[in-house]
């Protein structure tokens, strides 16, 4: 019985990925190296056993590294915060990339943004009481970023405060936004262990941000996550 409402619930969140035309990204470890690939999803097939997906445009030469030896596709959707496993039925001449259905998925928790904290640090700048700040980032989400700080460090920003130019350095890209506080309060000693005698934690949302910025961050969210899989899985 759990087993069926598993596997209705599945075919229900393919379908509606169809429906709004979702992108899934198949991805392989390569020496520690994520490899990537998108698809868009095209069709379900239930009754032929079939996910029908096809190749966004620039993405030829990556299908194949993202196909291990025995054929099998790690499958990410973002906006349905599920990845699967499934075996590749074929590939056809118009880029049409079939799979069987899954015999299982996973869930990552299921919130309106998903936060994740980045790999490599990241900064970020902004203008408070005429001066320059810059400060490693916490997390991130689409929706906006934190920032942690030592009691020895606190800036102090009421909640609320608007920033018309904020600087996000995430690798060799700059992404400037509009934002604003929402929160700002104490941290517990040694509730992290770079920070013994507690800190501060500002909460940042993003009030504005481009179209190109945000699909952007969104893909460093989804290779950011594929990079914690990878390291749960390890452990």
Same mark, same amino acid.
């Given at each position: 019985m759990k087993e069926q409402k598993r596997s209705k619930d599945f075919d229900r969140m393919i379908v509606e990925a169809v429906q709004e035309n979702l992108s899934f990204f198949a991805?392989?470890?390569?020496?520690?190296?994520?490899? !990537?690939?998108?698809?868009?999803?095209? =069709?379900?097939?239930?009754?032929?056993?079939?996910?029908?997906?096809? $190749?966004? =445009?620039?993405?030829?030469? #990556?299908? =194949? !590294?993202?196909?291990?030896?025995?054929?099998i596709l790690n499958i990410y959707v973002p906006e349905l915060s599920v990845s699967f496993s499934s075996e590749l039925k074929s590939v056809t001449v118009d880029q049409k990339v079939k799979l069987y259905p899954p015999s299982?998925?996973?869930?990552?928790?299921?919130?309106?943004?998903?936060?994740?904290?980045?790999?490599?640090?990241?900064?970020?700048?902004?203008?408070?009481?005429?001066?320059?700040? #810059? #400060?490693?980032?916490?997390?991130?989400?689409?929706?906006?970023?934190?920032?942690? $700080?030592? !009691?020895?460090?606190?800036?102090?920003?009421?909640?609320?405060?608007?920033?018309?130019?904020?600087?996000?350095?995430?690798?060799?890209?700059?992404? #400037?936004?509009?934002?604003?506080?929402?929160?700002?309060?104490?941290?517990?000693?040694? !509730?992290?262990?770079? $920070?013994?005698?507690g800190g501060f934690k500002l909460a940042f949302r993003f009030t504005e941000i481009s179209k190109e910025d945000k699909a952007f961050l969104a893909d460093f969210i989804t290779q950011e996550m594929l990079m914690q899989q990878i390291q749960k899985k390890a452990n």
């Open positions: 991805w392989q470890s390569i020496g520690g190296i994520v490899e !990537k690939c998108e698809l868009k999803i095209k =069709a379900y097939r239930k009754d032929y056993n079939e996910i029908e997906l096809e $190749l966004c =445009a620039g993405q030829e030469d #990556k299908l =194949a !590294k993202v196909i291990s030896g025995n054929r299982d998925y996973a869930f990552y928790e299921r919130r309106k943004h998903e936060r994740v904290q980045p790999s490599k640090t990241c900064f970020v700048s902004f203008e408070h009481n005429k001066m320059m700040i #810059k #400060k490693s980032i916490f997390d991130f989400s689409l929706g906006g970023i934190a920032v942690i $700080l030592p !009691k020895s460090d606190k800036v102090i920003i009421s909640k609320g405060k608007a920033f018309a130019v904020f600087v996000l350095d995430i690798g060799l890209r700059k992404i #400037k936004v509009k934002a604003e506080c929402i929160n700002s309060f104490s941290i517990d000693r040694f !509730k992290f262990d770079n $920070l013994p005698y």
